[in-house]
């Protein structure tokens, strides 16, 4: 069950080096999974309106009732151009 209402991720490939992918509890937001030149894996989204390369996710889980909700998540990166650190703050509804 989290899998599906909380924590789960859909999956899509974008090319053989490349896969979207975007949160079950919320559609609003995703980000691309790829291949560096080294061959190391990273992920990449818009972070407050600028493309960014993610480093950390923080979810706040609301565990009310008998199903777990998603309070709110945190995105934390570095701007792809800049190198400055970047973050938003999603609310769940």
């Known amino acids: 069950m989290e899998r599906t209402f909380a924590y789960g991720v859909k999956t899509e490939s974008?090319?053989?080096n490349r896969f979207r992918m975007q949160f079950e509890a919320s559609?609003?937001?995703s980000f691309v999974v790829s291949l560096d030149e080294k061959?190391?894996?990273f992920a990449s989204m818009k972070i407050?309106?600028?493309?960014?390369r993610l480093t950390n996710i923080f979810v706040q889980v609301a565990e009310e009732g008998w199903w777990p909700k998603i309070a709110y998540v945190e995105f934390f990166g570095l701007d792809s151009q800049t190198?400055?650190?970047?973050?938003?703050?999603m609310l769940i509804r």
Do not use: F, M, T, W
């Open 39 to 41: 061959g190391q894996a």
């Open 27 to 29: 559609k609003k937001k």
């Open 83 to 89: 190198l400055k650190p970047s973050y938003e703050k």
């Open 14 to 16: 974008v090319d053989q």
């Open 48 to 52: 407050s309106g600028q493309q960014s």
